[in-house]
């Protein structure tokens, strides 16, 4: 069984930073594939970015240059720096986790708010 736990959102203004933090309790996190994605009101959960068990790492087009994903696989922790952040960034923000042996299948964490008012 997999627990995801997220930390590390609020309200910042346009312009500032954050960093995420996503908790992993379970086993074997280095196999998993972490994901973290956002939904804003109104509209569909979107993937922001992903990294593999051996640090691979992609973007959303709409945060590259922006946040960055990475993974401390010997704390059980992922983290989303995310740098310049606008208006459009507010949403809620999923921890999510895939295993190499069921890859469509995720486990979720419950969300953390991140609010940037206009």
């Known amino acids: 069984q997999v627990e995801l736990s997220e930390s590390g959102g609020g309200l910042v203004q346009a312009g500032g930073s954050l960093r995420l933090s996503c908790a992993f309790l379970?086993?074997?996190?280095?196999?998993?594939?972490m994901h973290w994605f956002r939904q804003a009101p109104g509209k569909p959960r979107e993937l922001v970015a992903v990294?593999?068990?051996?640090?691979?790492?992609n973007y959303a087009d709409s945060v590259k240059g922006r946040f960055t994903i990475s993974r401390d696989n010997a704390g059980n922790v992922v983290y989303l720096q995310m740098n310049s952040l606008n208006p459009e960034d507010t949403a809620t923000y999923y921890c999510?986790?895939?295993?190499?042996?069921?890859?469509?299948?995720?486990?979720w964490g419950q969300g953390t708010q991140v609010t940037v008012p206009s």
């Open positions: 379970g086993r074997t996190f280095s196999t998993y594939v």
């Open positions: 999510a986790a895939s295993s190499i042996g069921a890859p469509d299948y995720y486990y």
């Open positions: 990294i593999t068990s051996g640090g691979s790492s």
